[in-house]
DNA sequence: GTGAAAGCGCTAACAA
DNA sequence: TTGTTAGCGCTTTCAC
């Protein structure tokens, strides 16, 4: 009697011993290397299916790849977030890399440290780091020890590729539509940056950045209004009850992501203003609420899956070759104009 | 002059020999294992922390574990997920466990096989399933390949362990709390089940039924009225069409889901119904968008967080004790009423 | 084109 | 308590 073998997973000695052929073919087969004949690829093939063979990633990995790309995000919460995974895991679908996700705490620059160490550990391929709040040394270091895309984030490095849509471009095509309703006291509420090395290459600060250039393009340098909060449905709110104490209310206010505009519409329907009658809200990012009936809000769409579709493709040259030439591409966004603007009261 | 080291990652080999000490002592300390004196773990945590050195988990899954927890998720858009996620990475954080997501494509049962094998492959020490779609014998196939913990799907299993919310009961907290305001005619929109096999596991199963006895157990069986479409904003828009084109419509809806309830406002509000005042509208799932000010949506609060740490703490009694009995875990949800719930036209 | 043999970095038996 | 040694499953020279 043949001793019960104990679920011993199939491996690629068990896979050559099946096809008569060595360890070394069916590697070769594995990984579509030069040196095995069409014959033998067949044979190892059929051998494959037979035993239903699946390579151990971990033993690869020791010598070779792990066939695994991680993707690091600082708030799965985030709406946006979701494009860029789909146009990420779009791209790696027809080739062998598996993507997984590291979940970076909530804007937390530890857990942020932790994930990517861990990432590194467990030999991933290449990492995808999303609007990554480590400083600028730290990107530099792990992009030195594996491919490295950055996205979400300006600034550009030798050693890493960065996709990044024009948040500058974003803010102008924001205030641009509200100066063409007829607003001229457009106030801007942004996230305030509190760690001066990575300021300005955050979003936030490009949006901000944008709204300041394209308020002095239409001649309204004047009123340039700047409220600094965060970007929290917390922030939007205390933002908009400063706004509400004033005097001199503006006529519309551009907020810095989606979420803010959340807390403003909250605060505003308290004081009992209507929007878009009393006064107009924009929001940026175009999340999947704001796209939702009693919310409609005017927002901007950054072009997500071709942010992760871009990425992905360019991690991939990079891992086929890790001393090529850094590339930064930028994307432009779209205006998805909605219920919450509309022109200023006579 | 010395021959200039090329980025060669430190190893157990080196921290071995600067510690003055064998690798086996060096990976003793690194798994906390019996036989180490104090003294030797000093010396040894010493030459770690000045190596820098960060084991290689690759080479601790080919032996022993690879301290790496995968947690699979149908759909990264839901917004309920967030939830369990940090519930997990809470309790795992004190440990030397890493998660990382599988991004298992929307609805994509295909998808889901590919992640699941891909974290096999990775050697994972304990996989996660959260809602999967696979059935039941696929479920029982990977449970006993790897220790496995499934959330939010009913059904018990002898191999894995299972956490759910008691969607029954979260059905009936609604349809008491709408029959308590004076509603008779409630109509549900579910997500119709097209896999047999499943069916009766499923979340959407389970809350249809807990509206059926909660209706029978109020007396309103006669009133009892199921539309089936699907757990999507175009499912609650479609059957939101379906109940306006009715001479007698219902005086209240309860949705399925969150995302549901969204596409019935919307259909609402295009046939210019005012909610509550013409009708009330419950969701299920109290998604971060239920509580913001121009949707404030009657909802379910699963225990989310609660789930993902009971999931966790399961899965870690699992990976020390294989063949421990398995558990279920069911917990309760609460009710969070909003403003698109109220008594109906006198 | 093919295969034997030497590791990759770690853990687990076993000896000392 | 400590160290020696033999693999884990794969890839990679390097002979043939």
New binding site residues.
């Given amino acids: 009697m043949e001793p019960p073998a104990p679920q011993?997973?199939v491996?690629?000695?068990d896979v050559a011993r099946h096809a008569q052929?060595?360890?070394?073919?069916?590697?070769?087969v594995?990984?579509n290397?030069?040196?095995?004949?069409p014959?033998?690829r067949a044979k190892v093939r059929r051998a494959i299916d037979e035993l239903g063979y699946r390579?151990?990633a971990a033993?690869?990995g020791?010598?070779?790849q792990t066939y695994t790309i991680g993707v690091v995000l600082p708030d799965i919460r985030n709406p946006f977030f979701p494009e860029i995974i789909d146009g990420i895991t779009g791209r790696l679908a027809e080739t062998e890399y598996q993507v997984f996700l590291g979940p970076g705490g909530c804007d937390d620059e530890k857990a942020e440290a932790r994930v990517t160490d861990a990432m590194i550990d467990r030999g991933m391929d290449g990492i995808v780091l999303v609007a990554p709040l480590s400083p600028r040394a730290r990107l530099e270091h792990i992009a030195s020890l594996v491919p490295t895309v950055v996205v979400g984030r300006h600034g550009h490095s030798l050693v890493y590729d960065t996709v990044t849509d024009d948040d500058m471009a974003g803010a102008s095509l924001v205030v641009d539509h509200l100066a063409g309703l007829g607003h001229r006291r457009i106030t801007h509420i942004e996230h305030h940056e509190t760690d001066p090395t990575r300021s300005a290459e955050m979003p936030n600060a490009q949006r901000a950045e944008g709204y300041r250039r394209a308020m002095r393009a239409l001649g309204l340098a004047e009123e340039i209004d700047i409220v600094s909060t965060s970007y929290t449905q917390q922030g939007g709110y205390q933002g908009a009850q400063e706004l509400l104490a004033r005097t001199c209310r503006p006529t519309a206010v551009f907020a810095g992501a989606d979420i803010v505009a959340m807390g403003v519409l909250d605060a505003f329907a308290e004081a009992g203003l209507s929007v878009p009658g009393d006064i107009s809200v924009a929001g940026y990012d175009n999340t999947t609420f704001a796209a939702f009936g009693p919310i409609s809000l005017t927002s901007v769409d950054q072009a997500g899956h071709e942010i992760g579709d871009n990425a992905a493709r360019l991690l991939l040259e990079r891992i086929a070759d890790r001393h090529k030439a850094s590339a930064q591409l930028k994307l432009s966004p779209t205006l998805v104009p909605r219920r919450t603007t509309a022109p200023p009261r006579p």
């Fill in positions: 011993r997973r491996t690629i000695v052929v060595s360890t070394t073919a069916v590697s070769k594995l990984r290397a030069y040196g095995a004949s014959e033998m390579p151990n033993a690869r020791m010598r070779g």
